[in-house]
């Protein structure tokens, strides 16, 4: 079965510094990786996907993600945090189940922090 | 366009009674899954529907059920409402079966607080 886990429960950065959040999968097969953010008492908004084209991933507000299959991993950066990126993060992976029908196997998410 | 619409928002219900939860999805998806958010256990796969025929689920007991109508609507039963069942449950809606190369949409979520 596949899994994610993603290192550090809380990260906390200062308003413009680099934000690194790690995300590890296991998976015997070419993986589909997602990262998604949620905000307070809403739902889960999708920032990227990776799908086996560029390893590469640029997501929305600035965000991106490289996946490095050696690694097995799909880290997600931004360059410089914002007030309004302070959130909890979730990298998935899709479960192709035998029957072809997938469904997202979720990190336990990492808490994003942007002191000013 | 109209997002993934779930309601209700909140809701708290008694030990041993049932409850129903909604979800609407955009318009021209008929793929509707359903997971569950608990402090401690995460974000859990409860079943996927596609085309009013569940595609897949996760590991939750019977008394976790759910289906899909013709216009892929989807509602989600719990009978025998246990503590351990308050919980964010959230809907997400897809084009196709989740993951494959399709983007799940997600609701806002209904708060289920059992007492």
């Known amino acids: 079965a596949q899994s994610v886990t993603q290192l550090g429960s809380h990260v906390s950065v200062s308003e413009g510094a680099l934000v690194l959040l790690r995300c590890n999968y296991s998976s015997s097969v070419p993986p589909y990786l997602f990262w998604y953010v949620q905000y307070p008492n809403q739902g889960l908004q999708l920032l990227l996907k990776y799908t086996s084209a560029a390893t590469l991933v640029k997501g929305i507000n600035g965000f991106e993600a490289e996946f490095k299959k050696s690694e097995t991993s799909f880290h997600l950066t931004k360059p410089s945090a914002h007030m309004s990126d302070a959130a909890e993060y979730f990298c998935?992976?899709?479960?192709?189940?035998?029957?072809?029908?997938?469904?997202?196997?979720f990190g336990q998410g990492t808490t994003l922090q942007v002191k000013p | 366009k109209a997002g993934v619409t779930q309601t209700p928002r909140y809701l708290i219900k008694t030990r041993g009674q049932q409850v129903t939860l909604s979800c609407s999805p955009i318009?021209?998806?008929?793929?509707v899954s359903w997971y569950q958010q608990t402090p401690g256990q995460g974000l859990q796969f409860l079943f996927e529907?596609?085309?009013?025929?569940?595609?897949n689920k996760g590991n939750f007991p019977g008394r976790f059920s759910g289906r899909q109508f013709s216009n892929s609507r989807s509602e989600m039963n719990v009978s025998t409402l246990e503590l351990g069942d308050s919980a964010l449950y959230l809907c997400a809606s897809s084009l196709g079966l989740t993951g494959m190369n399709t983007e799940a949409f997600f609701g806002q979520g209904t708060r289920l607080t059992v007492v």
């Open positions: 998935a992976v899709s479960d192709i189940g035998s029957s072809n029908t997938g469904k997202l196997i």
């Open positions: 529907y596609f085309s009013e025929t569940q595609r």
């Open positions: 318009s021209g998806h008929r793929s």
